[in-house]
């Protein structure tokens, strides 16, 4: 099982990046994909997370608005892509699988992490 996140880097506050998670080793279609957030000394927070269907999606508050979740099942991908930057986004991304119906805003409901991609925003 395999999840590797892209597409982070530096962006200037107000910019835009989109992040990918591609994912491997497991079937795709039977999983919500999430993605997390850890800024320095914080704990790990939710960010978004996307149905197996892609017809359910949740936000955290502090991104709705600004972020858009999305998956391409015939690539295995999901998508965030992130607006309007804040230096409070800066922080290591996440993406995370899970089998579960629901609870997708809590770290323990979910079976795979990738590494990590970095987002720095500066102000």
């Known amino acids: 099982v395999q999840l590797v996140e892209s597409g982070g880097g530096l962006v200037q506050a107000g910019g835009s990046l989109t992040l990918s998670c591609a994912a491997s080793?497991?079937?795709?279609?039977?999983?919500?994909i999430g993605w997390f957030r850890q800024a320095p000394g914080k704990e790990r927070a939710f960010v978004a997370a996307?149905?197996?269907?892609?017809?359910?999606?949740l936000y955290a508050d502090s991104v709705k608005g600004r972020f858009t979740i999305s998956r391409d099942s015939a690539k295995n991908t999901v998508s965030l892509q992130m607006n309007s930057l804040k230096p409070e986004d800066t922080a290591v991304y996440y993406c995370?699988?899970?089998?579960?119906?629901?609870?997708?805003?809590?770290?323990?409901?979910?079976?795979?992490w990738g590494q990590g991609t970095q987002v720095t925003v500066s102000s």
């Open positions: 995370a699988a899970t089998a579960r119906g629901g609870g997708w805003v809590r770290i323990a409901a979910y079976d795979y």
């Open positions: 080793g497991f079937t795709f279609n039977d999983y919500a």
């Open positions: 996307i149905s197996w269907t892609g017809d359910s999606i």
